[in-house]
């Protein structure tokens, strides 16, 4: 009876701390998704890896991207290596895509097929560009995740003294509106988040982008970014440290710190809607991981990297096929 009574009553303190934990601040959220639609556009997705229309251009394709080639011509058009790529990142091994691309020569009418060294060295080459918004009314969140290197454990490194890397950085800059990445940085040793930020908005303003307004999370409290966004005329939507001062060498943030200081976080979050953080970082690194995962299986730095950019590339690549 004793064991009944405690259970029930663990049950109930159980039950009063997840409310706690899944306490919202602000209002309540409201999926306004047309789900249907939404629901068409997910099963879409799947017509990627299986379509062929490519095919048609074949020759064409060849042939523009051979014109002042100098040496050996391309044999295979990017089409197939994009289509190749995807399914790799789909934890599909080399081999067995030689397989599957070989199945389709002889059902399909794929014009040829490469074999797997050829598959691999032009995935490892293909130029993995994601398409640029418009700078105008742009507003960009950036955030960085981690993702694990599966052939980097702890115990390969002990057992063997293996240098092998457990953790691969990818920062992004998000679109909260379309929730695609607008730029991404990639590296094999972890760097500075805010500093991150300003080389991809440098290299996006290169490109004639610039942000009406850019944001992140407490990380990103780094006085030199807010500096940064007071020099280039962008309105920053960053989280102010607890702790910070009112007498910083940014004007912009001194205004934010004052105002959350007297008024609380919540408010400041609403005025500055940044609840906005959530689609444009966290929810774009969430739908990468559950389509392609967050583990990455190649053995070499460069491998390592180019895998990590297939998986934003292949996840924007998926996300407007479904929509288009």
């Not at 895509?97 to 080459?125: F, H, K, M, Q, V």
Request: positive net charge; proline residues 4%; glycine residues 8%.
């Amino acid at each position: 009876m004793d064991i009944l009574i405690n259970l029930s009553v663990y049950t109930v303190s159980m039950t009063d701390t997840a409310k706690k934990l899944h306490k919202r601040w602000g209002k309540k959220y409201e999926d306004n998704r047309d789900w249907p639609k939404y629901n068409e556009q997910l099963v879409k997705r799947g017509e990627y890896f299986l379509d062929l229309e490519w095919v048609k251009t074949w020759d064409h394709e060849l042939e523009k991207m051979n014109r002042n080639k100098v040496g050996h011509p391309f044999e295979f058009p990017n089409s197939l290596i994009q289509l190749q790529s995807m399914w790799h990142i789909k934890s599909i091994p080399v081999r067995m895509i030689e397989g599957i691309t070989r199945r389709l020569y002889y059902i399909a009418g794929l014009p040829d097929y490469n074999d797997y060294s050829t598959i691999d060295r032009r995935i490892n080459r293909l130029d993995l560009k994601i398409e640029l918004p418009s700078g105008e009314n742009l507003v960009l969140f950036g955030d960085g995740s981690g993702w694990q290197a599966v052939n980097g454990g702890e115990f390969l490194r002990e057992k063997y003294g293996k240098k092998n890397r457990v953790w691969v950085q990818v920062i992004i800059l998000g679109n909260p509106v379309t929730k695609e990445p607008v730029s991404y940085e990639i590296n094999l040793i972890p760097v500075s988040e805010p500093e991150s930020s300003e080389r991809q908005l440098n290299a996006l303003k290169e490109h004639g982008v610039v942000p009406n307004e850019f944001g992140g999370d407490g990380a990103f409290d780094k006085v030199s970014l807010w500096k940064y966004c007071e020099k280039n005329n962008i309105t920053p939507v960053i989280k102010p440290d607890k702790n910070a001062r009112t007498d910083s060498g940014s004007h912009l943030r001194n205004r934010d710190v004052r105002y959350r200081n007297k008024n609380g976080y919540d408010k400041w979050a609403d005025k500055k809607d940044y609840g906005r953080r959530w689609p444009a970082t966290e929810g774009i690194f969430s739908a990468i991981k559950r389509i392609f995962g967050e583990q990455l299986a190649a053995k070499t730095d460069i491998g390592l990297i180019q895998e990590a950019k297939a998986k934003i590339w292949g996840y924007t690549i998926l996300k407007r096929y479904g929509e288009a």
